[in-house]
């Protein structure tokens, strides 16, 4: 069996922060039989979507990556509702896909860019919506149990995250029962979502990962960053956002992960000093560490 596989893969392009070095090696696998047949081989290998709340170090990775975004065969039932979709699949075009089937549940997907795996992963929601709300089932890849299932009750889902943040479980595949209503009347909610996100969060064409900080329970990341000014923060090539202050941008995309790091402690670290809070980041890291960036992971506990 052949598989994709890049070494010294330059993975900038790949991220939607548009910051990264090279990977030592990325394996891009179309199937599950591919992925297990990588993962299998592989020691230590990590696994990912696109890349979408990630930040990658400037100085790369020296390790091994399975880039799921070829997984994405998907399967509609619109006379049942049922949604069988592959992890590799982006939010908006599985969105898209049920749309055009007449199905709905997914509209909020339509604005950001992650994987349904990775979606799944950290529990995605938005407007409303969540990604574990209609799930029924999901395939899943371990090295002890190989290839099972996980009902929606196992996959232990709570504000943005799920078993699989916390095992070494990796998701292949998602059953969803999505409910019926017309192309027209899930477009209009796209349409309104959109227009929400495009006066509250930077566009996609924008690089940016997302939001940087978790809400808090019972108060909002935005909020506080907004009251301790930080959109006037910057650092090097990446600043706040002027619209919304839990947004980093990489201006002309010539930001750097320690800058966005150093940008993200600055944020944090004003939070706490004035609320005694501390913000929980959203934004994973992936890459070599130089001493300065190890320890702002460990102040934020950045995994």
């Not at 990630?54 to 880039?67: C, E």
């Not at 619209?243 to 966005?260: P, R, W």
Request: hydrophobic share 35%.
């Amino acid at each position: 069996m052949h598989v994709e596989v890049n070494e010294n893969f330059d993975v900038k392009n790949l991220t939607s922060f548009k910051i990264g070095g090279k990977i030592r090696k990325a394996y891009f696998p179309k199937s599950v039989c591919e992925f297990e047949e990588i993962i299998q081989k592989e020691d230590n290998i990590r696994v990912f979507g696109n890349l979408s709340n990630t930040l990658v170090s400037s100085d790369g990775y020296d390790g091994s990556i399975i880039f799921t975004s070829g997984m994405r065969n998907s399967n509609c039932s619109p006379k049942d509702g049922d949604f069988t979709i592959e992890c590799g699949c982006n939010g908006p075009v599985a969105a898209l896909i049920a749309r055009d089937e007449g199905l709905s549940g997914f509209e909020f997907m339509i604005g950001f860019p992650g994987s349904i795996g990775g979606n799944i992963c950290m529990n995605a929601s938005a407007h409303g919506q969540c990604i574990s709300d209609n799930l029924i089932k999901v395939k899943c890849y371990s090295k002890e149990k190989g290839v099972f299932e996980l009902s929606k009750e196992d996959m232990e889902f709570s504000y943005r995250t799920s078993i699989c943040q916390k095992e070494p479980i990796y998701v292949l595949e998602a059953t969803f029962q999505l409910n019926k209503k017309t192309p027209e009347e899930i477009q209009d909610k796209m349409n309104e979502n959109l227009a929400f996100r495009k006066s509250h969060q930077p566009s996609l064409a924008i690089p940016n990962c997302g939001s940087v900080f978790r809400n808090p329970e019972g108060n909002s990341a935005g909020k506080l960053l907004d009251e301790v000014g930080a959109k006037n923060f910057y650092v090097g090539n990446v600043k706040v956002w002027e619209n919304h202050a839990n947004f980093i941008v990489n201006l002309e995309q010539k930001g750097t992960s320690i800058e966005v790091l150093e940008l993200m402690l600055k944020m944090f670290s004003s939070v706490k000093e004035k609320y005694g809070i501390e913000l929980k980041p959203e934004v994973r890291y992936l890459g070599n560490k130089n001493i300065r960036e190890a320890e702002i992971c460990k102040i934020l506990n950045i995994k």
